[in-house]
């Protein structure tokens, strides 16, 4: 065990609410009647459907296939019959519709043939990437990032260092814990894998202090390993948002992404912990990615808990599991209490990025009118990234973007940490997600423009073109006929002098 | 309109601007206690003068304005403005003079910029001003620390005189008053006494003024217990006392004969409800953690500049406005530095 070596400024004590989630073990939520499954569960494209409605799919088989790069495929939970390809609602903040492929399960749960591989190192790590693509691997820690590109640094990028991200640092969240406690084998089968496919030997596991039967857990896993000997368990303060990507490397390494920059900028590479387990499964078991731990826990809850669901699992049928009872004006979020998203309704399915469904927030925030701020700077001193929010603030209410983004705007990562220490109770985090959508709209109307300014000058410069040139042709014309009718009236007039020396001569 | 907000962060932190407000009145008691003991209840007829003023006036602009009452009149703001004025001014202030400061406050200083979080000037410290500058002898005219004169006066004589001007037995407000130990101080080096001469005066005690250093030692004392609540931070007491104590040292050094002593400066006159209580008002001060050590200095060095070589006997009201002012220059240059903008190795 090795000490952090930074830490970054702010950042919040926060009462973690999450014994009430990790009494029990991990369960398995039944199968149920019907899965739903987005083609978008990741950012990128979306997938594209492989499969035809009345079509038999087996559990893994594939059912939609990666569109572009920045793209990953989908696969069958559970074995049963595709009954619907079209839209429905998803989880998202806005409440939208997409397109989706609805599974009428059989019950029977019958796997493809899986490819067992224990033999890790004789693949590639293009081999091994393409699997893990294959497999449909995202980034479980919320944000659903295709893992693959996170594996591949490319031949401009050294990585020296992965670090394994086990912090879980939003209260309520315990799916990293308990995957750690229970799963630590298989987390170290994902690490093998991502240190092959990287090439790299350092690695460091970054671990909150208020999780000790994860980290001896983890300990013991990582002793039994051979190959993992470089391989360092940091044991990290309680704080949040240091699960936070740029915020850990901070607090592990000292050092800083630069801003607008990739962590690969400085030969860092992250993964969640449950990501690496899921990269383990599929490339020693030949499994894909169809199911995650999903923490669903809050005041409402009464068999709070952590549940390995399937992908497309209805929530509503997740929630009546654990015998939730909604209370109709309270919020209801997918992921942490900090930056969560309020869910438009219950029927929607289960995702990806759902790492946790929180039902009751034991100090909600109430919807009371905010007071105005008086520039107390409780903001600016709980920042993770040293902005003024307090300036923001002001700059974002007013629609002066061009301030905002002197204030660096752009380098706000939502944390929610101003919001919460707020003493006129401004949903601060709100008018910078306003703001930043704003001036991306502006850019694009910009562009915009700018492509028709463009289109307008070219078209007048061919029109000036083509008139000129008519001009000079017709010039040209005139000139020619000018003379043909000079040579015309030469000749006549040679002839008529012909003529008349021919007079004269006759 | 729903209960409960639905949009992130759904968690509520404690902080409220009413707890903030709440937890400095309460800092305020010790040197409450203190005044009352040195220079009689009159100061309690005018916080309760103040206060019932400063809520009538709060009111009413928030009526015409078209603003709700209930959130800005219970959030304390206008009830620690009126406080704080009315422990600035002299206690025995006839009460005309206290209805007029805690109107301009509220009214000019306050409302007419936008109301609570829009000022850029510290009501209190505009009101103060405004009346020293307009009723310059009712401001100075403070009562000497009791044990210098037989005239303690009990609660209702000090009322009766904020509203009549005079005692019972007819007796007026120069019977018993006097000018504070800095404008006696500053009168007397200007007639070329030595300081620690004057210093030995019975209107001095150990260090400042008697009753004063009391005053200023309970101010300090609400004032850290504020820090150690995080209602303000230590950058701008810390960096204005230093200041103070810098300048005041230095000169003290150079020309002992027309200095009064370090100690003197700091535990005089509205010293420590500057530092703790004034210049930390979160609305008109800077809000960078580097820019409140500017600010603090900046006021603490001008209250020295206007106390030993100014017009006034004391610098705090000005100094405080003066900085206010330069509120958006330091805010604007002491951004902090963000993550990730440093060099890239």
């Known amino acids: 065990?090795?000490?952090?070596?930074?830490?970054?400024?702010?950042?919040?004590?926060?009462?973690?609410?999450?014994?009430?989630?990790?009494?029990?073990?991990?369960?398995?939520?039944?199968?149920?009647?019907?899965?739903?499954?987005?083609?978008?569960?990741?950012?990128?494209?979306?997938?594209?459907?492989?499969?035809?409605?009345?079509?038999?799919?087996?559990?893994?088989?594939?059912?939609?296939?990666?569109?572009?790069?920045?793209?990953?495929?989908?696969?069958?939970?559970?074995?049963?019959?595709?009954?619907?390809?079209?839209?429905?609602?998803?989880?998202?903040?806005?409440?939208?519709?997409?397109?989706?492929?609805?599974?009428?399960?059989?019950?029977?749960?019958?796997?493809?043939?899986?490819?067992?591989?224990?033999?890790?190192?004789?693949?590639?790590?293009?081999?091994?990437?393409?699997?893990?693509?294959?497999?449909?691997?995202?980034?479980?820690?919320?944000?659903?990032?295709?893992?693959?590109?996170?594996?591949?640094?490319?031949?401009?990028?050294?990585?020296?260092?992965?670090?394994?991200?086990?912090?879980?640092?939003?209260?309520?969240?315990?799916?990293?814990?308990?995957?750690?406690?229970?799963?630590?084998?298989?987390?170290?089968?994902g690490i093998e894998v991502m240190q092959l496919a990287l090439n790299v030997k350092n690695c460091v596991i970054a671990i909150e202090d208020n999780k000790p039967e994860a980290i001896s857990a983890m300990e013991l896993a990582l002793a039994s390993r051979e190959q993992l000997k470089d391989t360092k368990i940091v044991v990290i303060p309680t704080r949040y948002p240091t699960g936070s990507e740029k915020q850990l490397i901070q607090v592990l390494t000292g050092k800083q992404v630069p801003s607008r920059g990739l962590t690969l900028d400085i030969g860092i590479v992250l993964h969640n912990v449950g990501t690496a387990y899921a990269v383990g499964r599929a490339i020693k078991h030949g499994e894909p990615l169809i199911s995650r731990i999903v923490t669903v826990t809050g005041k409402d809850v009464k068999h709070a808990g952590n549940f390995e669901t399937l992908f497309g699992t209805p929530i509503h049928e997740l929630l009546s599991f654990c015998e939730t009872k909604r209370q109709p004006e309270e919020p209801f979020i997918q992921g942490g209490p900090m930056m969560g998203y309020n869910l438009a309704g219950d029927k929607l399915p289960v995702t990806k990025t759902a790492n946790c469904i929180l039902v009751g927030v034991d100090e909600p925030v109430e919807a009371t009118k905010p007071l105005p701020c008086i520039r107390c700077g409780d903001c600016a001193d709980a920042c993770p990234v040293s902005l003024l929010p307090q300036q923001l603030y002001w700059h974002s209410r007013s629609k002066d973007l061009e301030k905002t983004r002197e204030y660096n705007l752009f380098d706000c990562i939502e944390c929610g940490c101003c919001s919460y220490v707020c003493p006129s109770k401004i949903p601060l985090v709100q008018y910078f997600r306003f703001a930043k959508t704003e001036t991306m709209n502006q850019e694009q109307e910009q562009q915009k423009s700018d492509l028709a300014r463009i289109r307008h000058d070219n078209r007048q410069e061919r029109q000036e073109r083509e008139r000129l040139e008519k001009e000079e042709k017709q010039r040209k014309r005139k000139a020619a006929l000018a003379a043909s009718k000079a040579a015309k009236a030469k000749k006549e007039a040679e002839a008529a002098a012909e003529t008349q020396t021919d007079k004269q001569e006759t | 309109m729903p209960l409960f907000r639905l949009s992130p962060p759904f968690l509520s932190g404690t902080s409220r601007v009413t707890l903030h407000m709440i937890q400095l009145l309460l800092a305020l008691v010790p040197a409450l206690i203190a005044l009352v003991f040195f220079f009689g209840p009159g100061v309690l007829v005018n916080i309760t003068l103040a206060i019932t003023v400063a809520l009538l006036a709060e009111a009413l602009m928030l009526k015409l304005r078209g603003r709700p009452l209930k959130p800005f009149l219970t959030d304390g703001s206008a009830i620690v403005t009126a406080v704080l004025?009315?422990?600035?001014?002299?206690?025995?202030?006839?009460?005309?003079?206290?209805?007029?400061?805690?109107?301009?406050?509220?009214?000019?200083?306050?409302?007419?910029?936008?109301?609570?979080?829009?000022?850029?000037?510290?009501?209190?410290?505009?009101?103060?001003?405004?009346?020293?500058?307009?009723?310059?002898?009712?401001?100075?005219?403070?009562?000497?620390a009791t044990g210098l004169t037989e005239n303690s006066l009990d609660l209702v004589s000090a009322f009766q005189f904020i509203f009549t001007g005079e005692l019972a037995n007819g007796a007026g407000i120069d019977t018993f008053s006097g000018a504070t130990p800095l404008d006696v101080m500053k009168t007397q080096v200007g007639l070329s006494e030595l300081p620690s001469y004057i210093i030995n005066q019975p209107l001095f005690g150990l260090f400042g003024g008697i009753g004063w250093e009391w005053i200023n030692i309970w101010f300090a004392v609400g004032g850290l217990f504020l820090i150690y609540r995080g209602v303000i931070s230590w950058h701008i007491p810390a960096a204005m006392i230093a200041a103070l104590l810098v300048i005041s040292t230095a000169t003290y050094l150079i020309t002992p004969e027309a200095a009064a002593s370090p100690m003197f400066h700091l535990l005089s006159g509205g010293t420590m409800i500057g530092a703790f209580f004034i210049a930390t008002d979160p609305v008109t001060a800077s809000t960078t953690l580097k820019g409140r050590l500017v600010f603090g200095a900046g006021v603490g060095i001008l209250t020295y500049i206007i106390r030993a070589w100014g017009g006034y006997p004391d610098g705090i009201a000005f100094a405080v406005l003066l900085m206010n002012m330069l509120v958006p220059l330091i805010d604007y240059y002491t951004q902090p530095k963000v993550y990730g903008s440093g060099a890239v190795k």
């Open chain 1, 1 to 189: 065990m090795t000490q952090p070596l930074g830490s970054f400024p702010g950042g919040l004590i926060l009462p973690g609410q999450k014994k009430r989630s990790t009494q029990t073990p991990i369960r398995k939520m039944p199968l149920t009647k019907t899965l739903v499954l987005p083609l978008q569960q990741h950012i990128g494209e979306p997938a594209v459907a492989t499969v035809e409605v009345g079509e038999k799919v087996l559990k893994g088989q594939k059912i939609a296939a990666a569109e572009g790069h920045v793209s990953v495929g989908l696969h069958a939970p559970s074995s049963g019959t595709i009954i619907a390809i079209g839209d429905h609602p998803i989880p998202h903040p806005s409440g939208l519709s997409a397109s989706c492929i609805t599974i009428e399960t059989d019950g029977e749960d019958r796997w493809i043939d899986r490819q067992v591989n224990e033999n890790i190192s004789q693949l590639s790590s293009h081999e091994l990437r393409q699997r893990i693509r294959e497999a449909g691997i995202v980034g479980l820690g919320g944000a659903g990032f295709p893992s693959f590109i996170k594996l591949n640094p490319g031949i401009h990028h050294h990585v020296e260092t992965l670090i394994l991200n086990g912090v879980e640092c939003e209260p309520y969240i315990t799916c990293d814990d308990m995957i750690m406690r229970e799963r630590a084998q298989g987390i170290m089968d």
């Open chain 2, 85 to 144: 004025f009315a422990m600035a001014i002299p206690p025995l202030a006839p009460w005309w003079l206290t209805t007029i400061g805690i109107l301009f406050a509220i009214i000019f200083a306050k409302h007419l910029f936008g109301g609570l979080g829009y000022n850029p000037f510290n009501p209190a410290m505009v009101a103060y001003v405004l009346l020293l500058l307009s009723f310059p002898l009712e401001m100075t005219t403070w009562l000497p």
